[in-house]
């Protein structure tokens, strides 16, 4: 380096996302290997209760995935062939593909463009009288206004499902998300506030089903792995139905009443770190951040922007820029019409799905994020916001 130049410090690029794991998750996937009982087992089940309790729902069935809980949670509503199944397009790809799991046919619906979740509105549009269930998707950890959903779903004799992959830690007037509900499906994945690395849960209201449920995730087996191994006698098991291999091991099990004990704490720090988001980003033209909606609060499982026409990039040319600030954000949720898997069952007509999906940002927010890194993050959107363009598109 020659005496004229100086040093410049290039930050570690910032992730989008990173789960909060530490030596307690590491000691407790140690002592379930050291134990012998590695596949599901007494973890499972403890972990069972203990998220039971938390969601307050009566059961909770662990699993392998969320997409195998929806699965399940279609297989427990007897969805089948020639029944439509409503959800959002606004959403991962696995909430409609559980209907085709079923072989029944995912039937769209636009969204509310605030919470970006479908209303009652939204979802009357989609109903015809082949509709049989119909999910609704708690986005990003963004609680769905459920009550009215229900009534109308009772009313219509539908089953409601509710997705709430993101939603663990969240409420809805003054409840955890989903507890309640008839079926609801939760998500693991490190993507989520509660990681097991894989996993899910289907919390059930009704006690024959939480059963149906724990043999269908286990080939049909009348009874488990667990008990056959620890009843001290000869048992043998019967399959009264085709089932599924949607196990959680007791290792991941272990690791998830760990990260249970987490909750409250990864849920305050998220929603600190939001309300900094808030604050420094308000005023900036052409810009609207997420929020609580009135009826409950969410845990930031994502934080995200939209873009309105006024502002000067778009949202690719804002991914690009934060990323050469070193700063790794994603797309928006993705719409599952737009996808070749189901583009071909078109046309369709989501007017706030299509612009939400094309012009929200979603901004990194982690437990062990800083407030300088909140900061910067808003120093480089701040940046982007001046700069000359063409807007959003």
């Known amino acids: 380096m020659s005496p ?3 040093a410049v410090a290039v930050p570690a ?7 909060w794991l530490g030596d307690a998750e590491a000691a407790a996937a140690a002592a ?5 009982w590695v596949a599901q087992g007494p973890r499972v089940a403890e972990f069972e209760l203990a998220l039971a309790a938390r969601l307050g729902a009566p059961h909770a069935v662990v699993v392998s995935s969320c997409t ?21 397009s606004l959403s991962f790809i696995a909430t409609a593909n559980a209907a085709r799991y079923v072989g029944a046919r995912p039937v769209f619906a636009d969204v509310d463009p605030v919470t970006q979740n ?5 979802v009357q549009a989609a109903i015809t009288p082949a509709t049989r269930a119909v999910i609704a998707v708690d986005q990003g950890g963004m609680p769905a206004d459920i009550e009215p959903l229900r009534v109308l779903c009772h009313d219509r004799g539908l089953v409601l499902v509710q997705d709430s992959a993101c939603a663990i ?7 955890p998300v989903g507890g309640d509900a008839e079926l609801s499906a939760y998500s693991f994945h490190p993507r989520k506030l509660l990681t097991t690395g894989e996993g899910g849960a289907l919390a059930i209201s009704d006690p024959d089903q939480a059963a149906r449920a724990r043999r269908l995730r286990e080939h049909g087996m009348s009874v488990s792995a667990a008990d056959r191994h620890s009843s001290g006698r000869t048992v043998i098991e019967d399959y009264a139905e085709t089932g599924f291999n949607y196990r959680m091991t007791d290792v991941q099990a272990a690791i998830g009443l760990v990260q249970l004990g987490r909750l409250d704490e990864m849920i305050g720090r998220r929603r600190f770190l939001a309300a900094r988001y808030q604050a420094a980003l308000a005023g900036v033209p052409g810009l609207r951040v997420c929020a609580d909606p009135p009826y409950g609060t969410t845990n930031y499982q994502s934080f995200w922007v939209e873009l309105a026409d006024e502002f000067p990039l778009t949202r690719n040319e804002l991914l690009e ?14 719409a599952a019409h737009r996808e070749p898997a189901y583009a ?29 890194d909140v900061d910067r993050v808003v120093s480089s959107v701040r940046s982007a916001a001046a700069v000359p363009g063409r807007g959003a598109a």
């Open 68 to 88: 195998a809980a929806l699965h399940l949670a279609l297989v427990l509503a007897e969805v089948g062939p020639g029944d439509e199944v409503v959800v959002p």
């Open 321 to 334: 820029w934060l990323l050469r600030d070193g700063i790794s954000a994603r797309r928006g949720i993705m």
């Open 32 to 36: 379930a290997v050291a134990s012998g």
């Open 118 to 122: 479908v209303t009652v509105e939204t």
């Open 4 to 6: 004229d130049q100086t």
């Open 344 to 372: 071909a069952g078109g046309p369709f007509d989501l007017p706030v799905t299509d612009r939400l999906t094309t012009r929200t940002v979603i901004l990194p927010l982690f437990h062990q994020m800083t407030e300088d």
């Open 13 to 19: 690029m910032l992730p989008v996302m990173r789960p």
């Open 169 to 175: 830690g969240s409420t809805y007037r003054g409840r």
